[in-house]
């Protein structure tokens, strides 16, 4: 297909946090770290911003379905019985135009290869003939990718008039190449930064940019801390390098003056044996003497020991006794703990059967009482009802009585109007006849 290399580079480029070298250190002044700021609203408000979300998701949707087109051009059987005939022949035909692309742009690719290879000869007529081809098949390039794009086009909204094949399209995301979803994981990062963005507001946007700032100016300070505590740290490197080496030397010489003292001490060391052994024969004689001592003092002891148990024995039979008739004492008053409970239980439980039909007949004035309010307050509505509809027909009459005596008041002004012209025209008519008799008279 068309989409053979897509890649996108990271859309945001923030501070690169695995190579900021950071250092606990404890200092007098006690400073809290910034708080990383996060936008105040989690949906977006206006219709711009919802125009916005919605173009990009469509622009998302639709690049999943066309990067899909070349997994269904290959399995024509499946597609056709999933797609329908109409959208698996304009992807076939889609297929067609983008393999002949591919077809143009490998053979252009080849020759211009092999022109390269035989620059030696530009100025021969086979040689200016090829480029001229080349030329020829580079000027039909646009209008085959203009082709493409219009069968990509016709693609796309017949998929989109049919959700069900887009959707079943849609789940084969086994066949996507890897360039096409890396494209698409890009717009769904490029989503995700543009919805952060258009939820953060205008103070949002500058408290980030403190923010950022603040946070630079502090890696900024313990970077150099920490170039002063490198430096202090090879100094004392050098110091202790220099220690051990003064050390080792006195070393060197200890264990010089030990080997003369080890062989000087092996003398000393006989004598301290023969001590040692005059001694233990000594203390052999002083332990025997102890050892009897001791013994007859373990006897003195067993034979105490003797008359205390039996004491003991004595005690302990008493005591066991005692122990005997309070458990008597304690097992009757369970026993009467437990017939008392038994009564108190019986008495609950019936008062508990009591309750529960109280509260079934208060459940049922309940309902009651709520049909009741229910039709009261309908009876109320239609009371309302009849009294504004009572209300607008007697305006209404009052309305037309008015109408209806403003008419007739015209109507007769009309009348008495009429008849008067009509008075005026008789009267004119009567003049004029007269006049004329006269006139006629005195003719003759």
Excluded at 417 to 426: A, D, G, H
């Amino acid at each position: 297909m068309a989409l053979d290399v897509l890649a996108v580079s990271p859309l945001y480029q923030g501070p690169d946090i695995n190579k900021i070298r950071l250092i606990a250190q404890t200092t007098k002044k006690s400073t809290t770290p910034p708080k990383a700021l996060t936008p105040a609203k989690t949906k977006l408000t206006t219709i711009e911003t919802k125009r916005i979300m919605s173009v990009l998701d469509e622009t998302i949707h639709k690049v999943e379905l066309v990067s899909l087109l070349s997994h269904a051009a290959s399995e024509p059987k499946t597609s056709e019985g999933m797609l329908g005939p109409d959208v698996t022949k304009a992807v076939r035909e889609h297929e067609d135009l983008c393999q002949v692309l591919l077809d143009r742009v490998s053979y252009l690719q080849e020759e211009k290869r092999k022109l390269q290879e035989a620059e030696e000869f530009e100025d021969e007529a086979w040689f200016r003939e090829r480029l001229f081809a080349m030329d020829e098949q580079k000027s039909q390039l646009p209008q085959l990718m203009q082709e493409i794009k219009e069968s990509t086009k016709n693609v796309v909204r017949l998929l989109l008039s049919n959700p069900q094949a887009a959707s079943l399209l849609q789940a084969q995301t086994l066949g996507r190449s890897e360039e096409a979803q890396c494209f698409i994981n890009s717009l769904v990062e490029l989503r995700g930064f543009l919805f952060e963005k258009l939820l953060t507001s205008p103070m949002e946007a500058r408290d980030k940019i403190q923010f950022i700032q603040d946070i630079t100016r502090r890696n900024r300070r313990h970077q150099e801390i920490i170039d002063t505590l490198e430096n202090e740290l090879a100094a004392c490197v050098r110091n202790r390098n220099a220690e051990v080496e003064k050390e080792n030397f006195v070393i060197q010489e200890l264990k010089n003056h030990l080997h003369q003292v080890l062989k000087f001490s092996e003398n000393s060391l006989q004598r301290t044996k023969q001590e040692a052994e005059k001694q233990q024969k000594a203390d052999f004689r002083a332990s025997q003497a102890r050892v009897a001592k001791i013994q007859q003092e373990i006897l003195v002891l067993q034979s105490q020991f003797h008359n205390l148990v039996t004491e003991n024995r004595e005690a302990e039979q008493a005591l066991r006794k005692k122990k005997y008739k309070v458990e008597t004492e304690i097992e009757n008053w369970i026993q009467k703990y437990d017939s008392e409970m038994s009564e108190k239980q019986d008495e609950y439980e019936e008062l508990d059967v009591i309750h529960k039909e109280e509260q079934l007949q208060l459940e049922e004035l309940k309902k009651r009482y709520d049909v009741l309010v229910e039709e009261f307050s309908q009876i109320q509505a239609e009371r309302e009802i009849l009294t504004k509809k009572r209300l607008e027909e007697e305006q209404e009459m009052v309305r037309m009585v008015r109408a209806a005596t403003l008419i007739q008041a015209l109507w007769k002004g009309y009348l008495v109007r009429s008849m008067l012209k009509s008075k005026r025209k008789k009267r004119g008519k009567g003049k004029g006849e007269k006049k004329g008799k006269g006139k006629g008279k005195g003719k003759k």
